[in-house]
């Protein structure tokens, strides 16, 4: 480990001592903040050269951001255990034997949960819910079923204390998916976050319109392409955090995030940026997603130890990592305006083709980049597009449009955004606030999801426009809560201040209303 | 025989959540014999007349008069609305005359997030041949049709164009014959009729009525229509629409919207009389 300097100490200890006074953080915070900082005073990885130059600078200069992971990670950033094999079989390391009715299946489940770790320390996957569940509800009283679902699925939001938590459902109808859309549509919590598998051969009318219905009350479920997932990572994916493709029993070491806006600014043209520029940031930052990955495995013991990884609940050769990015659309006009032109993402059809020359820099990259512990998806890494973090400033999420620049029709967004999609299997998606109260018409929006998946759209999200709970960027958050830490109160879930800086500084509020 | 079907289309809007089941296209025609006081788009009634006012009025020079005709250029234009609000003929300047195959390709581009159609105005059945050769090109494509109507058009004697129509929505503006004549300037014999023909030939798929406190007795419409409506087993809708003053001209704008307990009790009404699917918008 190499040594540090004392005034980096000194500095870490005030900040320390901030977070013990802090009025604002509940104890959980507080106890999360402290280890972050403990884990900022480690040095034991091997940087790549220049890698510092593009890391550790302000939001505007930024071109590597490796979203608060930490010096030494102690585990992957994201955990997908197989919730199938613990129903079956118990876990004897928790003592649990496999349950027998729906009460053990979820008092089960809920233990579970609280040994799971991800960089939120919180499970970032919670299970195919319906599927999980469908065997206990067959052939009891289905008012029993329904109320002890609720209780788990308010249990799961009141101690689960950030939003990046994801159940699954779909893409087959099921009498447990049905039961866990109608009682989601009587509540309007942030946790778990949901999304529907929808296939055009195994999705039910009915399964997708309860969906809708339920997402225009309550922000979820979001609707991923079954198919589309299938055909690059296997049938045994999972929707986990924000909108992310993983497998079942894996997960993913790392991610760390491109600023592609960042790094177009360090740019003198569109040819500079493109076999210079981007290439170089490229380069490091795989290398650096390189050394995490290799900590994680050879050194941090997490996969020899844990007892997910002992108990087969993960397997270390089903992980991956995310190669993420962000600011496309920044990039894209940045670089317009330094070849003298004014066309704009999203809006202009030369600027869009940049969009897409970029992507196919960025994909080619990836498929030539190797990283021997990914063997999972083809040794390696999988495109990401981040959604972006509270303090962005100036960033536009992935490869969205800009807040603000939307197309005026909804078919000329949809018709962008099915450009970029497809590059991304461990997660992208775009979000639509819609007017419930004027259209009343759920069918509006599945022939809009139908369509979607026939068109390359990875992931849909909708909500009601005139909702409390929304979605920020991937993430839940109730506008009564932001409001509520706006006024200075605590608030349960760590994840409603990146929605409080999204609001600031993303105007996550002023969305195009479909 | 093609240049005969060119119609006058004011607009096509790509994807509409509120002209029928689903994301359905909706295309716009222009010119309707009626004149209800509370029309929302009272620039499609007519044909223009080019008198030139709204050339001299449009803030971008997207109007131009040219031999007696008003060109306008879709590039310049800010969508201000200035050349409709000036016009003192119900039209508007912003027409785009199209063969059937020609509305046919843009709705195309709208496919596959949309399941149908969905051809309203002004009143789309001023141009029923076009609407015929229209509709056959969009079953062509798997898209299912319907019509807007104010029901001034004589359904029962053409069974060609029901043979290619999904669905009527038909608008029952009142259901008496001097309040209709009061609210809409003409009679409502043949809006009635069509009413009772097109659930008989269950080829009506909803009725409409604006509620407009003070213009007319629109309980008793509702009432009535909810009435004859029943007596037919298919499972019509009726969408109760609230007045809102949107779009509407200066000189009828100063009507109240009635309140939701209103609306409410109107639904109830109908609900009362044997209407299954209700709608308050």
Redesign the interface.
């Known amino acids: 480990m190499r040594e540090i300097s004392m005034e980096r100490v000194n500095k870490t200890r005030e900040e320390m001592l901030g977070v013990v006074k802090s009025d604002v953080l509940t104890h959980e915070q507080k106890v999360a903040n402290m280890a972050n900082l403990a884990d900022s005073l480690l040095e034991v990885l091997d940087l790549p050269e220049g890698l510092d130059d593009l890391l550790n600078k302000g939001i505007d200069e930024q071109c590597i951001c490796d979203l608060f992971e930490g010096h030494a990670p102690l585990r992957p950033r994201y955990i997908i255990p197989d919730y199938e094999k613990f129903m079956k079989e118990g876990s004897e390391f928790l003592q649990l034997d496999p349950p027998k009715d729906l009460l053990e299946a979820v008092n089960n489940l809920l233990i579970f949960y609280k040994h799971v770790p991800s960089v939120t320390n919180y499970p970032v996957y919670v299970g195919s819910l319906d599927k999980l569940l469908d065997p206990f509800v067959q052939d009891m009283d289905e008012e029993m079923a329904e109320k002890i679902i609720k209780m788990f699925l308010i249990h799961m939001d009141r101690t689960i204390l950030d939003s990046f938590c994801h159940a699954n459902i779909g893409p087959e109808p099921t009498k447990a998916g049905f039961i866990i859309l109608k009682v989601i549509g009587q509540m309007q919590d942030a946790v778990p976050n949901l999304t529907m598998k929808v296939d055009k051969d195994l999705t039910s009318d009915e399964l997708l319109l309860a969906g809708v219905n339920t997402a225009l009350h309550s922000a979820k479920p979001s609707f991923a392409n079954n198919k589309m997932f299938e055909s690059e990572l296997g049938k045994d994916y999972v929707i986990a955090s924000c909108y992310n493709g993983l497998k079942l029993g894996g997960g993913s070491y790392t991610l760390c995030r491109l600023i592609l806006g960042n790094i177009a600014k360090k740019a003198t043209d569109v040819e500079d940026f493109i076999n210079d520029k981007l290439p170089y940031v490229m380069d490091i930052m795989a290398r650096y997603m390189d050394e995490r990955i290799r900590f994680e495995v050879e050194e941090s013991g997490f996969f020899e130890n844990n007892f997910l990884a002992k108990e087969g609940f993960i397997h270390r050769d089903r992980f991956t990592a995310m190669f993420g990015l962000v600011g496309l659309a920044d990039a894209v006009n940045i670089l317009m305006e330094k070849e003298g032109k004014t066309g704009r993402f999203g809006s202009n059809k030369e600027a869009d083709d940049l969009g897409v020359r970029i992507m196919d820099k960025i994909d080619e990259f990836n498929t030539h980049h190797n990283n021997k512990y990914c063997e999972a998806t083809d040794n390696h890494f999988l495109l990401h597009a981040q959604v972006g973090i509270a303090q962005d400033i100036d960033v536009t999420p992935g490869t969205r449009i800009p807040i603000g620049e939307e197309p005026e029709e909804l078919i000329d967004h949809l018709k962008v955004i099915s450009r970029f999609h497809k590059y991304f299997p461990s997660g992208t998606g775009d979000i639509f606030p819609i007017d419930a109260t004027v259209h009343r018409n759920p069918e509006y929006v599945m022939d809009i999801i139908k369509g979607a998946i026939n068109q390359d759209i990875r992931y849909l999200s909708f909500y009601g426009s005139d909702s409390d709970v929304i979605r920020i960027t991937g993430y839940l958050v109730k506008k009564s809560e932001i409001e509520k830490l706006e006024n200075h109160e605590n608030v349960k879930h760590d994840t409603t201040a990146l929605g409080m800086g999204a609001k600031h500084n993303g105007h996550i509020l002023e969305r195009k209303v479909r | 025989m093609s240049n005969s079907l060119k119609v006058p289309v004011n607009r096509i809007i790509?994807?509409s959540?509120?002209d029928g089941?689903?994301?359905r296209t909706a295309v716009f025609l222009q010119g309707c014999g009626f004149d209800c006081k509370y029309c929302h788009n009272p620039e499609t009634r007519n044909l223009c007349v080019a008198c030139g006012r709204c050339v001299q009025e449009c803030p971008t020079g997207a109007l131009t008069l040219v031999d007696n005709k008003v060109i306008f250029d879709y590039n310049k234009c800010c969508k201000c609305d200035t050349c409709i609000k000036v016009c003192k003929h119900g039209a508007s300047p912003r027409i785009r005359w199209m063969e059937p195959a020609e509305v046919l390709e843009e709705v195309k581009?709208?496919?596959?997030?949309?399941?149908g159609v969905t051809t309203s105005g002004g009143e789309c059945t001023t141009y029923p041949e076009f609407l015929k050769e229209f509709f056959r090109l969009c079953k062509d494509v798997g898209l299912t049709t319907l019509i807007d109507s104010n029901g001034s058009y004589d359904f029962s004697k053409d069974r060609e164009l029901l043979e290619v129509t999904d669905g009527v929505m038909l608008d029952v503006k009142a259901y008496d014959l001097n309040e209709h004549i009061n609210v809409t300037g003409t009679d409502n014999k043949m809006v009635l009729q069509n009413m009772e023909y097109l659930a008989s030939v269950d080829k009506l798929f909803e009725v409409r009525t604006v509620v407009v406190p003070g213009l007319f007795d629109y309980e008793g419409t509702i009432a009535e229509v909810s009435n004859k409506l029943s007596a037919y087993k298919t499972n019509i809708r009726y969408k109760i629409i609230a007045f809102r003053p949107n779009g509407v001209r200066q000189e009828y704008r100063n009507y109240n919207s009635p309140d939701r307990a209103e609306l409410d009790r109107l639904a109830e009404i109908a609900k009362s009389k044997g209407i299954k699917d209700i709608?308050?918008?």
Do not use: A, D, L
């Open positions: 790509p994807f959540s509120v089941p689903g994301n581009s709208n496919m596959p997030f949309i399941r709608n308050i918008i």
